[in-house]
């Protein structure tokens, strides 16, 4: 089957057009896409939220298919945050939903002149409608109403109230097989953009598609989706993750030997009640309340997604993960579980990214606005001002690096103007290298490198190859929790579509796809001075066992990743 429908939306217009993919685009999906149409579609000096920006939702090329975890999604845009080329990945149900209708991607433009709109996308056709019932609605509401009875065929996409504020913090709510608004397109401010366009939500009812998109070489595709399975079951990494979600990460990340476990806006590394956020801690609550974990779509099997009820045995959220516990937990000094779960909750239902909003929050609490610790407050910030748009709810919705400009914060965790990740480049100094070297700012999945020990010249190829991979991974549609290497992803492409690819020639695609974003930055303005960390992470050493340790791997290795 052919996934080569193009669904263009016209927000200015109300035009809907469906047209065929032009062939240079047959090789590309998800992130290798929707990259490549912003640079040859966008003019890199707009401003993100004007009319003139244009936002892209493309499936993998493996979407549809067996291959577990396949289903993800990319959201490119120019980011209201960085000012740059950017790609929200998100899991749930809505990648498999568009490539069984045969849609390669969707293009929204222009914004809409006479209210809030909704996009339906079924078999009968694609229809722009109005969505003024919508407006002010929350994202557990939505997905009750968009999705409800019809979950077994119905995704859907939509903004809460940060989206429709235009917040620069603002994510893209996708449902979950769960049907609940649990897996976000977050980082960069996708429900920004969507929210400038006018568009509240996207529904997708694939009654009609085909149940599997097959392979062209369908025994030999079908060979390689059994091999890869048990590839992902039998790997001790999985059963781990299968057990503790991303939270099992917690009390490695803590230990005095690692610190990369954010406390108190960065200061630190560590916090000293870790242990009661940690996931075994989670583990052991799940077993008394009815928790479990679950998959984020459809067909995956490693199933990471921690299911946490509260002391009654009610659903709080289903996706409590590392980088959540951090920002909203040991950054702030909040805990327990309970405490985060809350929060993370909110987060889903009003339509914010927990890394940025975790760092924005941890800026206005250096700032005096809030004591550190302070869960009601932190609350309040998040139900009261972002839901409800008042000035200080904008200021800490617009970002860390807003927050941190409108109080005179100095020490800011950004890089790119997109807030910091959990994992701490002073002391994991690979991830510092990809944080400053990644056309997408301070982001961790655009190339893990936790090595420890080893010398910078390693640790820059470490992070090109990485970033490279992962460039495969997001194009292909899989998650990075399957550990996917590049040779497993040609060996997947060249039996769906019925022609080789070898490893090298992945890997030259990922190398052209990322010059592509590099490229998008450069019209925009970006010069090798956007590929640092901020100075404090230089001047302020964390204490290891071995000595203190800052970032310090010089600019000009930094500048040899792309070189």
Not at 83 to 99: F, M
Not at 304 to 325: K, Q, S
Not at 549 to 558: G, N, Q, R, T, V
């Amino acid at each position: 089957m052919a996934i080569d429908r193009i669904i263009r939306v016209d927000m200015t217009t109300g035009d809907v057009t469906d047209e065929p993919a032009p062939e240079a685009y047959a090789r590309l999906g998800g992130r290798a896409l929707t990259s490549r149409m912003l640079l040859e579609e966008t003019d890199a000096r707009i401003h993100p939220l004007s009319e003139a920006a244009k936002l892209f939702i493309a499936p993998g090329l493996l979407a549809g298919t067996a291959v577990t975890t396949s289903g993800r999604t990319s959201f490119g845009f120019k980011s209201p945050l960085t000012g740059g080329t950017k790609e929200a990945n998100v899991g749930g149900q809505l990648g498999h939903r568009l490539a069984r209708l045969g849609i390669k991607a969707i293009v929204v433009s222009g914004a809409s002149p006479d209210g809030w709109k909704r996009l339906d996308i079924d078999g009968k056709g694609v229809r722009l409608s109005s969505a003024d019932d919508l407006v002010g609605r929350s994202n557990y509401d939505l997905h009750r109403e968009l999705v409800g009875e019809a979950l077994r065929t119905r995704a859907a996409a939509t903004i809460g109230p940060a989206g429709e504020q235009r917040m620069s913090s603002a994510s893209v709510a996708v449902t979950d097989p769960e049907g609940r608004p649990t897996r976000h397109a977050a980082r960069g401010g996708p429900g920004a953009v969507m929210g400038a366009k006018g568009l509240k939500a996207i529904v997708v009812d694939d009654a009609e598609g085909v149940r599997t998109v097959p392979g062209e070489n369908a025994k030999e595709f079908k060979g390689e989706v059994v091999k890869f399975s048990k590839m992902v079951l039998d790997d001790p990494r999985v059963h781990n993750t299968s057990r503790y979600g991303t939270a099992g990460v917690i009390k490695f990340v803590n230990r005095e030997n690692v610190l990369s476990m954010p406390t108190r806006n960065h200061r630190k590394g560590s916090w000293e009640e870790a242990h009661s956020i940690s996931g075994q801690v989670i583990e052991e609550l799940g077993k008394e309340r009815g928790g479990k974990m679950l998959p984020c779509m459809a067909g995956c099997i490693i199933k990471c997604a921690i299911l946490y009820n509260d002391e009654h045995g009610e659903h709080v959220t289903t996706a409590l993960e590392f980088e959540t516990i951090a920002l909203l937990g040991s950054n702030l000094e909040i805990g327990p579980p309970d405490a985060v779960a809350e929060l993370d909750r909110l987060c889903d239902d009003i339509g914010l990214d927990t890394i940025e909003v975790g760092n924005a929050i941890g800026v206005a609490m250096e700032a005096g606005v809030l004591e550190w610790g302070d869960w009601e407050g932190t609350k309040r910030l998040l139900d009261v001002d972002i839901r409800g748009g008042t000035a200080l709810g904008r200021i800490i919705g617009g970002g860390t690096a807003h927050v941190a400009a409108t109080y005179g914060i100095d020490r800011v965790p950004v890089v790119k103007g997109q807030g910091l990740p959990a994992w701490e480049p002073r002391t994991l100094k690979g991830m510092g290298i990809t944080y400053c070297s990644s056309p997408q700012g301070a982001d961790h999945t655009a190339g893990m490198v936790t090595a420890r020990g080893a010398t910078p010249d390693t640790l820059v190829k470490q992070s090109r190859q990485e970033q490279l991979t992962m460039m495969a991974v997001d194009s292909v549609g899989v998650c990075q929790f399957t550990n996917a290497l590049p040779g497993d992803m040609a060996a997947f492409i060249s039996e769906r579509f019925g022609e080789p690819v070898s490893e090298d020639e992945l890997l030259e695609a990922s190398r052209a796809a990322i010059e592509t974003e590099r490229e998008f930055n450069r019209r925009a303005g970006f010069d090798r001075e956007d590929d640092r960390l901020p100075q404090w992470l230089r001047d302020e050493a964390l204490p290891l066992p071995d000595g203190p340790s800052a970032f310090d791997i010089e600019d000009a290795l930094i500048d040899e990743v792309w070189a």
